[in-house]
């Protein structure tokens, strides 16, 4: 059951963070990997911070962490591929 939550959690977040970023959503699939990256993301970059490392956070608190990710993978995405 945690895998379902984790792709239903990364979907959700790669699509807010498509929105904030001014993208438009790629599918659910692609979505979902966008989301779960995201989250891995905010997992190095939230300790490094000094802010919780979001483990044992609510169903709403884990969608936010992953999409704070997610909006930074697609603005860095976004750089790499303005720089080409």
């Known amino acids: 059951m ?7 959690v990364g979907a959700i977040a ?11 959503g790629q599918g659910f699939l692609v979505n979902a990997v966008v989301g779960i990256v995201g989250a891995l993301i905010a997992s ?8 919780g490392s ?8 884990s ?6 990710g997610a909006v930074i993978l697609l603005v860095l995405l976004r ?4 720089g080409t």
Do not use: D, H
């Open 2 to 8: 945690g895998i379902i939550i984790a792709i239903i």
């Open 14 to 24: 790669g699509w807010l963070g498509s929105k904030i970023v001014q993208g438009q």
């Open 44 to 51: 190095f970059v939230f300790p490094a911070l000094g802010m």
């Open 54 to 61: 979001g483990e044992g956070s609510s169903f709403i608190g």
């Open 63 to 68: 969608i936010l962490y992953a999409t704070v």
């Open 79 to 82: 750089l790499i591929n303005r």
